[in-house]
């Protein structure tokens, strides 16, 4: 079996003989129950989400991220060792599986709330939205629009623009089981400059996507008192993994003076040896 962002010192991931035990082992563990929607509707662990082994490939937008852990559950143990081990074949670093059934666990089937929310547009992201003024939002190269659905949620009017239609389409599957209303736009970024928007943005959110020419068209997009939030990858991340151009990696420091008539609120990189290796920034149009 083999999967995108797997690595060859992967290990097994670790069986767990009982709830208890994996949140011992680990207290800040996310349960991931693998069974189908049904089976889930009738009960399931408190805080569990839910993605059976069937939907890892399609709706991979609905994953955390592969550095959160995670015990992968179902009545069925070997389906669930069968889960686990399919998320470290992509990457996944820390997972585990429930060695026993949940129907034997008292608290097995206790809950039957919605799924709880294990994917993230990034903490980042989430983090400086949740004190920016709701109002008009842009997912700028959304891909399957993780940032825009979150906004929505959040209670953002929340666009979505991208050029990948095939990316579009995940996007509106995924806005759909999330129940956000998104607006979803086939947008080429890179052919030729973009016109400023009839309204601006309030916020616009730019996730592991760099092209340098957009850089004075965000600047004039963004409302008064808007709000950018950029995080991507830097140089160094070659070394680790794709991307690997230099027109896809900033430079140290590059997003300081990226956008100059912003006010810069917060930036920060990540260490390096510790990938993917990224630059972050929240910076805000003045008034």
């Known amino acids: ?16 003989p009982t709830l208890v035990a ?19 509707a009738l009960g399931h662990p408190a805080g569990a989400g839910r993605l059976s082994l069937a939907e890892f490939a399609t709706h991979r937008m609905e994953l955390p991220s592969r550095q959160t852990p995670l015990l992968v559950v179902h009545d069925a143990p070997a389906l669930a060792r069968l889960a686990a081990e399919d998320l470290v074949a992509r990457g996944f670093a820390r997972v585990s599986w429930l060695a026993c059934s ?22 980042f992201v989430e983090a400086a939205a949740e004190h920016a003024p709701r109002g008009r939002a842009l997912d700028l190269a959304c891909g399957s629009a993780r940032a825009a659905v979150y906004l929505a949620l959040s209670g953002w009017r929340s666009e979505g623009w991208d050029a990948d239609e095939s990316a579009l ?22 052919a030729a400059p973009l ?33 950018l939030l950029y995080e991507t990858f830097r140089e160094g991340q070659e070394r680790w993994g794709p991307p690997r151009r230099p027109r896809h990696l900033l430079r140290p420091g590059e997003l300081l003076s990226a956008f100059p008539s912003l006010a ?24």
């Open 102 to 123: 949940l129907a034997d666990e008292r608290s097995g089937h206790a809950s039957t709330a919605p799924a709880a929310r294990l994917w993230s547009p990034s903490p």
């Open 22 to 40: 994996a949140f011992a082992s680990c207290p800040d563990v996310r349960i991931l129950d693998a069974r189908d929607a049904a089976a889930f």
């Open 169 to 190: 389409e995940r996007a509106r599957v995924f806005a759909n089981r999330q129940q956000a209303h998104v607006t979803l736009r086939r947008v080429d970024l890179e």
């Open 195 to 227: 016109a400023d928007p009839e309204e601006p943005f309030d916020l616009i959110v730019v996730v592991r996507y760099l092209h340098r020419p957009l850089f004075a068209w965000i600047e004039r997009a963004l409302a008064p008192g808007g709000v």
């Open 264 to 287: 810069v609120e917060h930036h920060e990189e990540t260490p390096e040896g510790a990938p993917p290796l990224l630059s972050r920034l929240a910076a805000r149009r003045r008034p």
């Open 1 to 16: 079996m083999s999967r995108a962002g797997a690595t060859p010192e992967a290990r097994a991931p670790a069986a767990r």
